[in-house]
């Protein structure tokens, strides 16, 4: 199975998704178990990897959203610095998941 399959953009979803729920953790102590609040589209694409694929890609991104974590204010600019350091992460850690062109 051809597993380069997420765009740069689809991984800053998914990660800031995890920071979301990283961020509840933190504040309430509590586990956010639901399901990813994410598009269908990618939420499919996660779907289609097989079950170690899986866990591999959420296993990074959750590596990488808890380094985002610590960066996230909430502000634009803080925001912005979050997908440029999310997109410099994702292509250490993800290269092989990431779409190439």
């Known amino acids: 199975m051809k597993i380069d399959i ?3 953009n689809e991984i800053i979803a998914i990660v800031m998704e ?3 729920k990283l961020e509840v953790y933190q ?3 509590f586990e956010d178990e639901s399901d990813l609040n994410i598009p269908k ?3 499919d ?3 289609n990897l097989d079950s170690n694929n899986y866990d591999d890609f959420i296993c990074k991104c959750l590596e990488i959203a808890e380094e ?3 960066i996230k204010i909430g502000e634009l600019n803080e925001l912005n610095y979050c997908h440029q350091e ?3 992460l994702a292509k250490n850690r993800l290269n092989e998941y990431i779409k190439r062109s």
Do not use: H
């Open 6 to 8: 997420f765009t740069t």
């Open 18 to 20: 995890l920071v979301d």
């Open 27 to 29: 504040l309430y102590g």
């Open 41 to 43: 589209p990618i939420n």
């Open 45 to 47: 694409k996660l779907e």
């Open 68 to 70: 985002i974590l610590t």
């Open 86 to 88: 999310i997109s410099f």
